[in-house]
């Protein structure tokens, strides 16, 4: 019984150290490949953190986001909002170019600096035309309270209204955007 056992060991070693070395491989490729992903956020980070020009909490109050019973954020809260929000939007680079579009879109005549993400969203929503900045603002807010229920500082936020009124922004932006069709 023992010699069966051996000889089962000495014919499974090949195919669990190649399993083995395989699965080391793999590994080691997935994590430069997050290296890199930690590299190019860290890269970002500060350049979209520059763009806000020390207004974190200010951007965050123009944003017209519908919270509960009519409350409001507190400063530190809005600040720290902000804060995920600029961590979100360097996570996703597909996201921070729309952003980045946003502020295009409603920088001075003749000015080669980007608006601020204040200025940009107060003229959203002052011009009722809601756009880029708060369409990427609300798919963030959402994606941050949808995966991180324990952060408090979105608490007083209401996700079901930020979702009907991001899923209304998504269709319009999709609705205007170039090479979509109007029948």
Same mark, same amino acid.
């Not at 000495?10 to 699965?23: C, V």
């Not at 170019?97 to 959203?124: C, M």
């Given at each position: 019984?023992?010699? =069966?056992?051996?000889?089962?060991?000495?014919?499974?070693?090949? !195919?669990?150290? /190649?399993?083995? @070395?395989?699965? *080391?491989? #793999?590994?080691?490729?997935?994590?430069?490949?997050?290296?890199?992903?930690?590299?190019?956020?860290?890269?970002?980070?500060?350049?979209?953190?520059? =763009?806000?020009?020390?207004?974190?909490?200010?951007?965050?109050? !123009?944003?017209? /986001?519908?919270? @509960?019973?009519? *409350?409001? #954020?507190?400063?530190?809260?809005?600040?720290?909002?902000?804060?995920?929000?600029?961590?979100?939007?360097?996570?996703?680079?597909?996201?921070?170019? =729309?952003?980045?579009?946003?502020?295009?879109?409603?920088?001075?005549?003749?000015?080669?600096?980007?608006?601020?993400?204040?200025?940009?969203?107060?003229?959203?929503?002052?011009?009722?035309?809601?756009?880029?900045?708060?369409?990427?603002?609300?798919?963030?807010?959402?994606?941050?309270?949808?995966?991180?229920?324990?952060?408090?500082?979105?608490?007083?936020?209401?996700?079901?209204?930020?979702?009907?009124?991001?899923?209304?922004?998504?269709?319009?932006?999709?609705?205007?955007?170039?090479?979509?069709?109007?029948?």
């Amino acid at each position: 019984m023992s010699i =069966l056992l051996i000889i089962a060991l000495i014919l499974a070693w090949p !195919t669990y150290g /190649l399993s083995l @070395l395989a699965w *080391l491989v #793999l590994l080691h490729f997935s994590s430069k490949r997050k290296l890199k992903g930690i590299d190019r956020m860290r890269e970002n980070q500060p350049l979209i953190d520059s =763009l806000f020009r020390k207004q974190h909490a200010e951007f965050v109050r !123009t944003l017209d /986001l519908p919270y @509960l019973s009519g *409350l409001r #954020l507190s400063e530190a809260d809005a600040n720290q909002c902000a804060r995920h929000l600029i961590n979100y939007l360097a996570h996703n680079p597909d996201e921070a170019a =729309l952003f980045i579009k946003g502020l295009e879109k409603w920088k001075p005549l003749n000015s080669t600096q980007l608006s601020d993400p204040v200025t940009a969203a107060r003229s959203e929503k002052q011009y009722n035309a809601k756009g880029e900045i708060h369409l990427t603002s609300y798919r963030a807010i959402e994606a941050l309270m949808t995966n991180n229920k324990g952060l408090k500082c979105f608490e007083l936020i209401d996700l079901g209204k930020l979702m009907q009124e991001r899923i209304l922004l998504d269709t319009r932006l999709t609705m205007l955007s170039p090479g979509s069709r109007h029948d």
